[in-house]
């Protein structure tokens, strides 16, 4: 019964190599955020998809890249992994983006860059 | 100063005993969210609330909205209940999709 999934659950990447994380839901919920947790820190928004609708966070790096092919799917590219960029990533989703719609988040991505 | 501001940040308890953790926040809010997180885990939303009080199971949660303060209380804790509490705010108006986090409240239910 799992609503939002990521994969993999454990990433180790190389520095500088490109990396793509997965996230799917089957709520059927128009927004999908992609949150980046380092340890003993509260999550950190880098963007959020409203349908198509791409918002970029005004402090994610370049870095950062994320695409939304349809409503169930979304990813997080990380276009040249820094050994700062170890972290758990955090996929979660709404219905919408007013004040009822609660957010469901996903199990996390944990990432490591060698 | 953080706009969210948890206490206590650390919390150690015997099984059996009752939990509270309190979230203040400095900013108008439309939403207030419970989270839970296990070490190393991912993000479980315990609870939403914009208003009065919520259960479920042994947890209860509480809003006042004229003070700006919630409580998230664990009634008969149990070592499972073991995880970081995070209280997170969703804000009003234009920025209603963010959410602000606490820093957390790191709980250990001994047997």
């Known amino acids: 019964d799992a609503m939002v999934i990521q994969n993999p659950r454990y990433q180790v990447t190389q520095f500088g190599k490109p990396v793509t994380l997965s996230c799917s839901q089957t709520?059927?919920?128009?927004?999908m955020y992609w949150y980046q947790q380092k340890s003993s820190q509260a999550p950190k928004l880098l963007f959020h998809y409203y349908d198509k609708d791409f918002n970029n966070e005004a402090d994610t790096p370049d870095n950062f890249q994320s695409r939304r092919p349809n409503t169930s799917f979304c990813f997080l590219d990380i276009r040249s992994p820094g050994l700062g960029d170890a972290a758990m990533y955090l996929c979660?989703?709404?219905?919408?983006?007013?004040?009822?719609?609660?957010?469901?988040f996903g199990p996390g991505t944990r990432l490591t860059v060698l | 100063k953080n706009e969210v501001e948890q206490s206590p940040q650390n919390l150690t308890a015997q099984e059996g005993e009752f939990i509270t953790i309190n979230c203040s926040y400095s900013?108008?809010?439309?939403?207030l969210h419970w989270l839970q997180q296990h070490p190393g885990g991912g993000i479980v939303s315990l609870f939403m609330?914009?208003?009065g009080k919520k259960k479920h199971g042994r947890l209860i949660a509480t809003i006042n909205i004229q003070e700006k303060h919630s409580s998230l209380h664990i009634t008969a804790s149990h070592p499972r209940d073991s995880a970081v509490y995070i209280c997170?705010?969703?804000?009003?108006?234009?920025?209603?999709?963010?959410?602000?986090f606490g820093k957390g409240t790191l709980l250990t239910v001994n047997p």
């Open positions: 997170a705010v969703r804000g009003s108006g234009g920025s209603n999709y963010k959410l602000t």
């Open positions: 709520l059927n919920h128009n927004v």
């Open positions: 609330l914009s208003s």
């Open positions: 979660a989703t709404s219905k919408g983006a007013g004040s009822v719609s609660e957010q469901f």
């Open positions: 900013v108008g809010i439309s939403a």
